[in-house]
């Protein structure tokens, strides 16, 4: 039950949230260093989610006596990457969240800033999608549905997030490998995962393509049949096969990471560096992880800056051939 | 079916002294941020969410609940004293609720918005507690062919808005189209009418477009003025709440409001906004005073919308619990604290949370009969307001204006974007275009767009989805009742009289 000091704390919160303050938390050690975390979305979205369980865990590890959140919301991260490469540029003790989306979004608005200009610390969750069918649906399999999208991509619309994000693009990619033409397909896009929900209760489009925790719960409930997922091999407790297991060799996570500013020293650097992979292997994230189905996948410095630059030629790859970039 | 003694189970769960003090502690939460313009519930929430780390889940989801309706009775009240609407949901409320005000019946107009409020907030909620798996059913047989129809029909029932001169009322509903088309393309991520500006990518916001237009525009019109007549402060007249009269007139648009507003915000796609300008709408058809409307202000312009846009705040509670859809942004971030819990919500969250379920929905009984409580009193001290002096009163609604704006999203171009708009209110004002249409095209036009194009692209370019849907042709159909509905019965009545007479004003 509720205790007088969590009383206290929520209303400090509440008291905080009313004068749309930012989220501080009291230092309780001083020997530990305090983080700022910038967030190039508005609160409330995934980033800003990783952003608020960083902090979380990060202060009951003690590793930080606390840390500021600043976010600056829009554009799928366009809006705030700008500021975080010019205006916290050198500041060692700094963390922006950023992760697959931003990259789309920088191809698709023809940013001009892009992440080769920030400091890859880390890339540390993922979420794999899921291709979903209504209950009453024909298919059975994963290639029942890549037969019919090769006999008619325009008979198979399907729903997903907005136009050229993580969904989008894994289609994409599905037909890319099963030969089918990317401007043909019929894509429905929805703003929410909750209106593409409620098209796909109401079989109105033959197909989903989301995160798998926006379907988890319909699956589970039977109202959705999931045929596969965009993991890497086989979830537990998810009983469908991978798409690569499916005959279609496609993988992809909408992953999440988080990048210091341009021009730090090498010391922050390694510093962050080591800050982060202690976080990622603590027990309270793999908690966080498991709650919000997030799949842990660390990886740190020099290869994660690889993985970026090979996943932006990937992403623009499809962008440009379904006729986004 | 025991869903009463599921109800009383969760008035037990929501009867604790800690949760009823996180009750009243959301509700005037939610109703200070309501009032203003910038913060909204979804942000509010968003910003608490860390609490979700430090309570229980009982306890922080009677806290988002008491901040969601606390928020909606807030908004209505700059709407009605300021001409500034808190919250997109309530612009409709300024339109009769602020002439009111300045005919010296701000008192009544607060007082049947926060009645309606509880009035309709309470059907809303008995509406989730009973019928909310037969609703949802039907919910989701709306697909974006019926969408488009529904927004056909709330474009034909919205001219009621348009003022008395369809050219400029067109005009401004253009207007709003195009600043609805600014940004992102959903349908194909490409940019729109954005001049390379990467703030204008997400759009511009409804709320900001409200303000600037109503709170600046009136602000700026006034300065105008200021030495072309005398000031004058209109005295309150009559008794602060509401006549025997005005009773009357409000009981019957507050259960209309319930009754349009509840379904619509069942609607996936459905929101908040739709149900107050058909309630508006309807309301002007019905009223045997439409001479008050946009003159003196009329009171069941403001008891409508009002009841509608509470109604539909409970209706969107029944997507998100009973299958666990999120169809606003205040609930997607609500769904995103339960995840913080570790609950998945979904279809099964009825039968594997009931506590919290339950719990939930008695909490919203009780938060709103703790807002009504809340709020009656405080209109003494809100009418006060408009004793302030003209020159006074302006200058700070300009500075809320302002600091509101700036709050939505920490960006200089919200400011800039709103002073233009401000002085596009004020050239509107000067030259007489209603200023509602452009709020209405911009909210109606960007979501007709996108029905219209969903529809077409599953069903591969065929037209007769429209009407090949039942749903969707009921709709077309009341749509089509409602364009030439008005002229055949004007037609017949004429026959009747055996003569022609003209009826000024009469559409």
């Known amino acids: 039950m509720l205790n007088r000091r969590n009383f206290l704390a ?120 899921a291709l979903v069918v209504p209950a009453e649906s024909p298919f059975k399999t994963a290639t029942d549905f890549v037969a019919a999208l090769k006999a008619d991509p325009s008979k198979v619309p399907v729903a997903g997030g907005s136009a050229g994000g993580s969904d989008h693009i894994l289609f994409g990619l599905i037909a890319k490998t099963a030969g089918v033409p990317a401007a043909n397909l019929s894509y429905v896009p929805f703003a929410g ?95 966080e992880c498991k709650n919000r189905n997030w799949t842990p996948i660390l990886l740190t410095g020099d290869d994660y800056a690889k993985f970026v630059t090979e996943d932006t030629a990937r992403i623009g790859a499809i962008l440009k051939d379904l006729g986004l970039a | ?47 608490l969410l860390p609490i979700t780390y430090q309570v229980v889940p009982e306890a922080s989801f009677i806290l988002f609940a008491g901040i969601y309706y606390g928020a909606m009775y807030g908004g209505s009240t700059t709407s009605i004293l300021l001409n500034t609407p808190g919250e997109s949901a309530t612009i409709v409320t300024a339109l009769e609720g602020n002439r009111m005000a300045r005919s010296g019946r701000g008192g009544a107009a607060l007082a049947t918005s926060a009645i309606g409020s509880f009035v309709a907030g309470t059907l809303g909620t008995m509406g989730v507690a009973f019928l909310a798996p037969t609703v949802v059913k039907y919910a989701i047989k709306f697909g974006p062919a019926e969408y488009f129809s529904l927004m056909v029909l709330a474009f034909i029932t919205v001219s009621a808005v348009l003022g008395s001169s369809s050219v400029r009322g067109l005009t401004s509903l253009f207007a709003g189209f195009v600043i609805g088309m600014i940004g992102v393309d959903l349908q ?45 402060i209109v005295p309150l007249k009559g008794s602060l709440y509401m006549t025997a009269a005005e009773w009357a007139r409000s009981w019957k648009p507050w259960l209309r409001g319930a009754a349009i507003g509840f379904p619509i915000g069942a609607l996936p796609a459905g929101g908040a906004e739709i149900p107050t300008f058909l309630s508006y709408a309807v309301e002007k058809k019905l009223s045997k005073h439409k001479e008050e409307f946009g003159t003196v202000g009329a009171i069941e312009g403001v008891a409508g919308p009002e009841a509608a846009n509470n109604a539909s705040a409970a209706g969107v509670l029944v997507p998100m619990l009973t299958l666990g859809l999120p169809t606003s942004a205040t609930a997607a971030i609500m769904l995103s ?35 009504v409580v809340l709020n009656l009193p405080l209109i003494g001290l809100w009418v006060r307001l408009l004793k302030i002096p003209a020159p006074q009163l302006y200058a700070g609604i300009l500075v809320f204006a302002t600091v509101g704006t700036y709050g939505i999203s920490q960006s200089p171009i919200d400011l800039v974007i709103l002073y233009l708009l401000g002085a596009a209110g004020f050239l509107m004002r000067r030259f007489d275009f209603p200023t509602a249409p452009v709020i209405i095209g911009m909210i109606l036009g960007p979501l007709a767009e996108t029905q219209f194009r969903r529809a077409m692209t599953i069903a591969n370019g065929d037209w007769t989805v429209f009407y090949r849907h039942p749903l969707s042709l009921t709709l077309l159909a009341l749509a089509f009742l409602g364009l030439v509905g008005p002229h055949i019965w004007a037609w017949i009545q004429q026959r009747r009289r055996r003569g022609p007479e003209h009826v000024p004003g009469d559409a």
């Open chain 1, 193 to 287: 995962g909750g209106e593409a929900l409620s098209a796909l209760l109401g079989n109105q489009v033959a197909a989903g393509i989301s995160g798998y925790g926006e379907f988890s719960e319909q699956v589970k409930a039977g109202a959705l049949r999931l045929l596969a997922i965009s993991a890497d091999k086989r979830q537990e407790g998810i009983d469908a096969p991978t798409l690569k297991e499916a005959g279609i060799d496609v993988e992809l996570f909408n992953w999440r990471g988080v990048f210091a500013p341009p021009g730090i020293s090498d010391d922050d650097k390694a510093a962050m560096i080591k800050l982060v992979e202690t976080m990622a292997k603590s027990d309270a994230w793999a908690t």
């Open chain 2, 188 to 232: 194909t991520g490409q940019p729109r009418f954005t001049f390379g500006t990467a703030e204008l990518l997400d759009g511009v916001d409804v709320i900001i477009v409200a303000v600037g237009l109503f709170a600046v525009g009136e602000t700026l019109y006034m300065a105008s003025r200021r030495y072309a007549g005398k000031d004058e």
């Open chain 1, 10 to 129: 929520g209303t400090a919160a509440a008291g905080a949230a009313a004068i749309a303050a930012l989220h501080l938390t009291p230092a309780f050690a001083q020997d530990t260093p305090q983080l700022q975390i910038f967030v190039p979305a508005a609160p409330g979205g995934g980033w800003d989610q990783t952003a608020r369980a960083i902090d979380q865990v990060l202060r009951s590890e003690k590793l930080i006596s606390g840390s500021q959140i600043t976010n600056v919301g829009g554009a799928g991260g366009t809006v705030g990457l700008p500021q975080f490469v010019n205006q916290w540029k050198g500041k060692g003790n700094s963390l922006m969240v950023a992760g697959m989306v931003m990259v789309g979004a920088i191809i698709a608005n023809k940013a001009a800033n892009n992440l080769t200009e920030v400091t890859p610390i880390a890339r540390l969750t993922g979420e794999f999608e």
């Open chain 2, 1 to 47: 079916m025991d869903t009463l003694g599921h109800l009383a189970h969760g008035f037990a769960v929501a009867f604790t002294p800690t949760n009823l003090l996180w009750c009243l502690v959301g509700t005037t939460l939610g109703t200070a941020i309501g009032v203003l313009p910038g913060l909204g519930p979804a942000l509010t929430i968003a910003l």
């Open chain 2, 337 to 371: 604290a339960f995840q913080s819990y570790g609950i998945n919500p979904g279809p099964l969250l009825l039968t594997t949370q009931a506590n919290l379920v339950w719990g939930l929905i008695a909490s919203l009984f009780i938060a709103n009969i703790i807002l």
